[in-house]
């Protein structure tokens, strides 16, 4: 199981920042206030049918298009036109200064499990402290960055700036394949999907989102979970 690598992926990073500064309202604060303390807030450029929704839903939604407000930025328009596989969700994230992103686990939402998220960091500082399976990892700006979201990650920006990340959802497929596989910056994890502690924990957090989508989840990993306790106890 993969959990982070860094695809050489380049991308118009000054233009991205370009486009950033011209950015001064329609940040929404993120959905899920039970992982976060401080600001966090969202800036939706493709979403569910192109609405106004900041919830990714990627499991129940087929069709993702761009957001007027992508209309707001060519240079993430630019960069999406060059991948060569299905794009869902495409956000901005802005983690504000002091403000920290507590440990929590996107279920479902890996590599192995057909769905990628890619991070570009536009803006960041070197006081940005992000995890992923208790290992820290520095993302710096003009990089490219894929996450394994299904494990256990957090972030705490110690800096005095806003950390900024273009946040790309998409479908694998064999050409997102060879981006995140062929690097020399990559690292793996063993497999714990049929772990129960580990179920019990992704159970937690899909019920604190709260979203239909969410609960549903939650049922299936819970009969999963009921399902290894029996077996674990014959």
Known sequence: MITYSKPNKKYPIELLQNDLRNI?????????????????????????GGTDSIIPELHQVD????????????????LIETFECEVMSVRLLNLGAGSVIKQHRDAELAFEKGEARLHF???????????????????????????????????????????VHLVIDCKVNPWLEQLILNT??????????????????????LKEQGTTRALEMAEELQQEYNTLLTANQQ
């Not at 993302?139 to 110690?158: D, F, Q, S, T």
């Open 184 to 205: 020399d910056t990559i690292a793996h994890a063993p497999d714990e999907s049929r772990d129960p502690e580990v179920l019990k924990q992704m159970i937690f957090s």
């Open 121 to 163: 960091p536009i803006q960041t500082n070197t006081d940005v402290e992000f995890y992923i399976n208790n290992e820290r990892i520095i993302m710096n700006e003009g990089e490219c960055w894929y996450i394994n979201a299904n494990l256990p990650h957090r972030v705490n920006n110690k800096g005095l700036t806003n950390r």
């Open 63 to 78: 069709r993702f298009e761009n957001h007027a407000n992508m209309k707001l930025f060519p240079s993430v328009k630019q």
């Open 24 to 48: 001064t309202d329609n940040w929404t604060s993120h959905f899920n206030t039970a992982h976060y303390s401080g600001k966090w807030t969202v800036f939706p450029l493709r979403t569910p």
